[in-house]
C-alpha cells in the first residue's frame, strides 16, 4: 500500500514533442505528490509538486495532471528539448509538510529527448 | 534557493574501512533529514530518518550498527558505513526537511558516490 508504481520504465522523444509519464499509488493518506528530475551523477531536484485538492498545476512546460478517484497522476512536459533528458520520479508523502517530508519514490524514468 | 551540501562526492575505501558522509544545509534549519541509497538505474530507497538530538529511525532491513547516523545540530546530519564492503558501493543521497518556509520545503543533496575495493 505504500508503493507508488511508475510507467514507462524508459521513454524516447523527438525534439518539440510531449513527454508523458504516468504514476499509481493505493493509499488515500497520501496528501502531496512531487516529480523530482535527476541527471546523472546528481541528486534529484523538485520539478513540481500538487495536493490532492486539485486536479492540474502547471509550471512552464511541466504539467502535473491529478486524478483522485483513480489514484493516478502524471507529468506532462511539452515541447520536449534535448536539455530533458534525465531520470524522472514520482513520489508521494503523508503530512509531508507538518511531519516532516519523508517520501515514497516510484521506480524513475529514463527520458531520452532526440534532437 | 536552499542548498545542501554533501560532502564528499566521491570516496574509494578499501574493504573493512569506515566511511563518513557529511550532509549540510547550508542556509536553512533542518528538523528532519533523510538517507537515500540508489543503485544504478534505480530508484532512491529511504535507509533512514534522523531527527536533530534524537535517535534515527531506520527502515526495514536496514542495518543500524552499519549504517550509523548522528543529526548533531539543525544544520548537520552524518552518515558512517560502518567496516564497508564491496556490496556497500552505492550512491548515497541525503535530503533535508527546512524548518518554516513556504512550497519547496525538502532540499537534496548531491550525492556521495561511495567505491568499496
Known amino acids: 500500500q505504500q508503493q507508488v508504481k511508475q510507467s514507462p520504465q524508459s521513454l524516447i522523444v523527438q525534439k518539440g514533442g510531449i513527454s508523458i509519464i504516468n504514476c499509481a499509488y493505493e493509499?488515500?493518506?497520501?496528501?502531496?505528490f512531487p516529480w523530482y528530475q535527476q541527471f546523472p551523477g546528481k541528486g534529484p531536484a523538485l520539478l513540481i509538486a500538487?495536493?490532492?485538492?486539485?486536479s492540474e498545476k502547471k509550471e512552464g512546460r511541466f504539467t502535473i495532471s491529478f486524478n483522485k478517484s483513480a489514484k493516478q497522476f502524471s507529468l506532462h512536459i511539452m515541447d520536449s528539448q534535448p536539455g530533458d533528458s534525465a531520470t524522472y520520479f514520482c513520489?508521494?508523502?503523508?503530512?509531508?509538510?507538518?511531519?516532516?517530508?519523508?517520501?515514497?519514490f516510484g521506480q524513475g524514468t529514463e527520458l531520452s529527448v532526440k534532437p | 534557493g536552499a542548498v545542501v551540501s554533501q560532502h564528499p562526492s566521491r570516496v574509494i575505501c578499501k574493504s573493512g574501512t569506515s566511511v563518513k558522509i557529511e550532509c549540510r544545509s547550508l542556509?536553512?534549519?533542518?528538523?528532519?533529514m533523510f538517507w537515500y541509497r540508489q543503485f544504478p538505474k534505480q530508484s532512491l530507497m529511504l535507509m533512514a530518518t534522523?531527527?536533530?538530538?534524537?535517535?534515527?529511525?531506520?527502515e526495514q532491513g536496514v542495518e543500524k550498527d552499519k549504517f550509523l547516523i548522528n543529526h548533531a545540530s539543525l544544520t548537520l546530519s552524518t552518515l558512517t558505513v560502518t567496516s564497508a564492503h564491496p556490496e556497500d558501493s552505492s550512491f548515497y543521497i541525503c535530503?533535508?526537511?527546512?524548518?518554516?518556509?513556504?512550497?519547496?520545503?525538502?532540499?537534496f543533496g548531491s550525492g556521495t558516490q561511495l567505491s568499496v575495493l
Open positions: 500538487i495536493r490532492p485538492d486539485v
Open positions: 542556509d536553512f534549519q533542518a528538523t528532519t
Open positions: 493509499n488515500t493518506a497520501f496528501d502531496y
Open positions: 534522523s531527527n536533530e538530538g534524537s535517535k534515527a529511525t531506520y
Open positions: 535530503s533535508a526537511h527546512r524548518l518554516g518556509g513556504a512550497y519547496e520545503k525538502l532540499f
Open positions: 513520489a508521494a508523502s503523508i503530512g509531508f509538510y507538518n511531519q516532516g517530508g519523508k517520501l515514497i
